[in-house]
């Protein structure tokens, strides 16, 4: 599995023309496997989508297996992403 999304990496980072403009792309890529950490699509791809994420905290093009002890952001982290954008002084409800 590395070998393979270390070639994906490399082969992303080769600049291609695009009309008249040269364009690159990087990529994190996610990796979960069937049926060691999903059985079925659906589960299988949020745990890819978590991996993915979890590649994004180490840095540009870079991969992550599946860690089924997500950090508490990859759980919540349209709310933790909508949290740190809001104003420094707002006040708790409830």
């Known amino acids: 599995m590395e070998t393979i999304a270390e070639k994906l990496l490399h082969t992303l980072t ?8 040269q364009c690159r792309v990087s990529a994190s ?7 060691v950490h ?9 745990r890819a989508d978590s991996a993915m994420y979890q590649a994004k905290r180490k840095g540009k093009r ?19 992403d909508i949290a740190e954008k809001l104003p420094e002084n707002r006040q708790a409800i409830g």
């Open 38 to 46: 999903a059985k079925d699509a659906p589960a299988l791809l949020k």
């Open 62 to 80: 870079q991969f992550a297996h599946y860690d089924p002890a997500p950090e508490p952001r990859e759980e919540n982290g349209q709310l933790d």
């Open 14 to 21: 080769v600049p291609f023309n695009f009309g008249d403009n």
């Open 29 to 35: 890529i996610g990796i979960a496997r069937y049926p």
